[in-house]
């Protein structure tokens, strides 16, 4: 089993940044390719970025440049540090982790992070 607790969101104003950590605990060495989720009301939850065990990294084209998804092995912890941050960046934000030889992914309870002009 694999657990993940989200921190950092917040309310912030246009233009602001704010860094979201998402910690795992369990059986963290399953643990493979790790994402960031959003989901902003009325519409339905997408892929902000990943990051494999690696190192490699991928993000939605809407936050490229502005976002950047980090990995610390050492601590079990995944980053997002959001800068330029715009009002349509407000959704609650969804850690989500894959392990291996399972079909299924895991989730965090999700952060609220509010951009406000």
């Known amino acids: 089993q694999v657990q993940l607790v989200e921190s950092g969101g917040g309310l912030v104003q246009v233009g602001g940044s704010l860094r979201l950590s998402c910690a795992a605990s369990g059986s963290i060495f399953k643990i493979t390719t790790m994402g960031w989720y959003r989901q902003a009301p009325g519409k339905q939850r997408e892929l902000v970025a990943t990051?494999?065990?690696?190192?490699?990294?991928g993000y939605v084209d809407s936050v490229k440049g502005r976002f950047t998804i980090s990995r610390d092995n050492a601590k079990n912890t995944v980053y997002l540090q959001m800068n330029s941050l715009k009002p349509e960046d407000t959704a609650v934000y969804y850690c989500?982790?894959?392990?291996?030889?399972?079909?299924?992914?895991?989730w965090g309870q999700g952060t609220q992070v509010t951009v406000s002009s």
């Open positions: 990051i494999s065990r690696g190192g490699t990294t």
């Open positions: 989500n982790a894959g392990v291996i030889d399972e079909k299924y992914t895991y």
